[in-house]
T-cell receptor
Framework: GAVVSQHPSWVICKSGTSVKIECRSL??????MFWYRQFPKQSLMLMAT?????????EQGVEKDKFLINHASLTLSTLTVTSAHPEDSSFYIC??????????????FGPGTRLTVL | GDSVTQMEGPVTLSEEAFLTINCTYT??????LFWYVQYPGEGLQLLLK?????DKGSNKGFEATYRKETTSFHLEKGSVQVSDSAVYFC?????????????FGQGTILTVHP
């Protein structure tokens, strides 16, 4: 089946620094990818939709200047957490659909990136 | 707005017990419904899905039926195994302009003991 990878799997950074997380579709192309945030023992919350060749669309309440998304190619989307603070510590997960984007698509999820901001 | 509500966990069962995890949804349209599973240390994987009312999704002995009249999509398995221990998420995709966007329930931790 389709595989989505994320890098790094775990990152620790100092408050005020920026961190970049990569999401790659390894064996298929994805014009759209999604970024989720998961707090401990809680559900996944959609942050934004990453669109290849155009700007990302952010969910209500998500700061676009804080969480920069770049869909650099049909297989790569990056999430940059700028000027990270301890409250940004979380588990970030990306996903990509397996075909053109209708509601019945299966989403393939990356294994997630654990961000800890000191 | 659209939402998904799962039964609270954690759920602890003995091997070969019957499993039910309840899931209900609210939606303005006719969503597709999914169950995803997250094994320890791994990413979410699709377990099963149903795209319209009365559809039954099934996989690995798990089943769920899309019930429009009760807005439910309960997950069942007749005989669980230790290897089924994981976190289970119910989710919906409203489609239309929201295609691809999944709304998740809070997740249910399942632990199966030998």
């Amino acid at each position: 089946g389709a595989v989505v990878s994320q890098h790094p799997s775990w990152v620790i950074c100092k408050s005020g620094t920026s961190v970049k997380i990569e999401c790659r579709s390894l064996d298929f192309q994805a014009t759209t990818m999604f970024w989720y945030r998961q707090f401990p023992k809680q559900s996944l919350m959609l942050m934004a939709t990453s669109n290849e060749g155009s700007k990302a669309t952010y969910e209500q309440g998500v700061e676009k200047d804080k969480f920069l998304i770049n869909h650099a190619s049909l297989t790569l989307s990056t999430l940059t957490v700028t000027s990270a603070h301890p409250e940004d510590s979380s588990f970030y997960i990306c996903s990509a659909p397996d075909s053109g984007g209708v509601s019945t698509d299966t989403q393939y999820f990356g294994p997630g990136t654990r961000l800890t901001v000191l | 707005g659209d939402s998904v509500t799962q039964m609270e966990g954690p759920v602890t069962l003995s091997e070969e017990a019957f499993l039910t995890i309840n899931c209900t949804y609210t939606a303005t349209g006719y969503p597709s419904l999914f169950w995803y599973v997250q094994y320890p240390g791994e990413g979410l994987q699709l377990l099963l899905k149903a795209t319209k009312a009365d559809d039954k999704g099934s996989n690995k002995g798990f089943e769920a039926t899309y019930r429009k009249e009760t807005t439910s999509f309960h997950l069942e398995k007749g005989s669980v195994q230790v290897s089924d221990s994981a976190v289970y998420f119910c989710a919906q995709n409203a489609g239309g302009t929201s295609y691809g966007k999944l709304t998740f329930g809070q997740g249910t931790i399942l632990t199966v003991h030998p």
